[in-house]
């Protein structure tokens, strides 16, 4: 049965520095990875996906991801953060074909002015 | 082009009581799925309707039942609630069974329930 971890429950970050927040997935097949983002009060918002077609994925607003088979990660990176950033981040897995979205527990992003 | 609405947007219920959400996919999709959101958690797959059948189904107890219409909209019930399913309930639709290759949801605002 496929899972994620994701590594932080909160992560901080002041304004214009790098965010990482770490993903670690288990699947028996090849799995499609995702990264959602919740604003509070607001609906899940699709931030990139992974295919396999590209093992470095590139999302909106500045996000991406890479897919690390070895290591079993797909850590979500923005080189630069910004205050409309701060909201929770999931990282979902699921087998192709319409299987349920498997979702981690999600990580707050804070970003310090 | 409208995305995934749902209704209403937030209900209050007692214990015993019964609830009955409401999704409209979005456009062209023809796939309804629906997670349950609890409070600092992240979101659990409850069940999936396609052509107006359940396809696939969670952890999730029997008081938890739904329906498509032949629009594509979809209903959650919930029966004799408890205190425990206090949570948001998202919509997620999605196109097709097979050929969604790689499982892409759209995904409503949600309903929050609270059950006292």
């Known amino acids: 049965a496929q899972s994620v971890t994701q590594l932080d429950s909160h992560v901080s970050v002041s304004e214009g520095t790098p965010v990482l927040l770490r993903c670690n997935y288990s699947?028996?097949?090849?799995?499609?990875l995702f990264w959602y983002v919740q604003h509070p009060n607001k609906g899940l918002q699709l931030l990139l996906k992974?295919?396999?077609?590209?093992?470095l994925v590139k999302g909106i607003n500045g996000f991406e991801a890479e897919f690390k088979k070895s290591e079993t990660s797909f850590h979500l990176t923005k080189p630069s953060a910004h205050m409309s950033d701060a909201a929770e981040y999931f990282c979902?897995?699921?087998?192709?074909?319409?299987?349920?979205?498997?979702f981690g527990k999600g990580t707050r992003l804070s970003v310090i002015a | 082009d409208a995305g995934v609405t749902q209704s209403p947007t937030h209900l209050i219920k007692t214990r015993g009581q019964q609830v009955t959400l409401r999704c409209s996919p979005k456009?062209?999709?023809?796939?309804v799925s629906w997670y349950q959101q609890a409070l600092g958690q992240g979101p659990q797959f409850i069940f999936q309707?396609?052509?107006?059948?359940?396809?696939q189904r969670g952890n999730f107890p029997d008081r938890f039942s739904g329906h498509q219409f032949p629009n594509y909209s979809s209903e959650l019930n919930v029966n004799a609630l408890l205190l425990g399913d206090s949570a948001l309930y998202l919509c997620?639709?999605?196109?097709?069974?097979?050929?969604?290759?790689?499982?892409?949801?759209?995904f409503g605002p949600g309903t929050r329930l609270t059950v006292l």
């Open positions: 992974y295919t396999s077609a590209a093992t």
């Open positions: 979902v897995v699921s087998e192709k074909g319409n299987t349920p979205l498997v």
């Open positions: 699947s028996s097949y090849s799995p499609s």
């Open positions: 309707y396609y052509e107006e059948e359940e396809r």
């Open positions: 997620a639709s999605s196109f097709g069974l097979a050929g969604n290759l790689y499982n892409e949801q759209f």
């Open positions: 456009s062209g999709h023809d796939t």
